[in-house]
C-alpha cells in the first residue's frame, strides 16, 4: 500500500464546475500537509498548505481531517487554467512524501 | 518566494555514458537538498537527501554508487548518473529546503533520456 494514495482520475468538469479531491496517508507520524499543482513536465508548485481548521485561498479550499488520515481539495469555478495535475503531499520529519497525482481537465 | 535552479533542464545521453546534474539555491544556504526521481504517470519518489558537508542519505533501493551526490556547498548539489542505461530515463527534481520554512523550493527538473 502507498503512502499517500490518491484517485488519478482524471476528472473531466466543464469551466464553471465544482470539484473535489481527496487524499489519505497511512503514517500517522506525518506532520505537515500540502497540495501541491503540476504541470506537464514541469516542477511541482505549492498550491496550499492543510490544516485541520481548514483553510481557504480563493477558490480553493482545502481540509485535514487528522482521525481520518484524510486530506481534501476543492476547487470552485474551475478555470481551464486549473487543468494540471494535483499532488497530496505529507511531510515526515524533513522528507516529503508525493501522492501519484489526480489528474484534472477542465473544458469549455 | 525563494528560487532553485537546476541544469540541465534536459540531456540525452549514450547508455554507459555519465551525466552530471546541478541544483542551486540562488538566495537562501540549503543545508539540505533532496533529489527525487518521476518517472511518467508516477509520483515524485525520494531518491537521497543531499547533506552540506557529509554524505547523502540513500532511500531504500537507491544505488549509491550509481546516483553520485556531492553538496559540497550551501548553494549547491549535484547528482551524477554514472554508467546511464535506458532504464535510468526519468525526470529528475532537487528541492532545497529553506530553513525555517515548511515550504520545499523545487528545481525545475531534468528530463533525461539515455539512448
Known amino acids: ?5 490518491q484517485d488519478p482520475g482524471p476528472f473531466n468538469v466543464p469551466e464553471g464546475a465544482t470539484v473535489a479531491f481527496n487524499c489519505t496517508y497511512s503514517n500517522s507520524a506525518s506532520q505537515s500537509f500540502f ?9 511541482p ?19 485535514l481531517n487528522r482521525a481520518s488520515q484524510y486530506i481534501s481539495l476543492l476547487i470552485r469555478d474551475s478555470k ?29 | ?20 546534474i546541478e541544483c542551486r539555491s540562488l538566495d537562501f544556504q540549503a543545508t539540505t537538498m533532496f533529489w527525487y ?7 515524485l519518489m525520494l531518491m537521497a537527501t543531499s547533506n552540506e558537508g557529509s554524505k547523502a542519505t540513500y ?12 553538496h559540497a556547498s550551501l548553494t549547491l548539489s549535484t547528482l551524477t548518473v554514472t554508467s546511464a542505461h535506458p532504464e535510468d530515463s526519468s525526470f529528475y527534481i ?3 529546503d529553506n530553513s525555517g520554512n515548511t515550504e520545499a523550493f523545487f528545481g525545475q527538473g531534468t528530463r533525461l533520456t539515455v539512448v
Open chain 1, 35 to 43: 497540495w501541491y499543482r503540476q504541470d506537464c513536465r514541469k516542477e
Open chain 1, 80 to 108: 481551464l487554467s486549473d487543468s494540471a495535475t494535483y499532488l497530496c503531499v505529507v511531510k515526515r520529519g524533513n522528507k516529503l512524501v508525493f501522492g501519484a497525482g489526480t489528474i484534472l481537465r477542465v473544458k469549455s
Open chain 2, 59 to 70: 532511500e531504500q533501493g537507491v544505488e549509491k554508487d550509481k546516483f553520485l551526490i556531492n
Open chain 2, 94 to 96: 532537487c528541492s532545497a
Open chain 2, 1 to 20: 518566494g525563494a528560487v532553485v535552479s537546476q541544469h540541465p533542464s534536459w540531456v540525452i545521453c549514450k547508455s554507459g555514458t555519465s551525466v552530471k
Open chain 1, 1 to 5: 500500500r502507498k503512502e499517500v494514495e
Open chain 1, 45 to 63: 508548485k505549492l498550491l496550499m498548505s492543510v490544516y485541520s481548521s481548514g483553510n481557504e485561498d480563493g477558490r480553493f479550499t482545502a481540509q
Open chain 2, 37 to 43: 526521481r518521476q518517472f511518467p504517470k508516477q509520483s
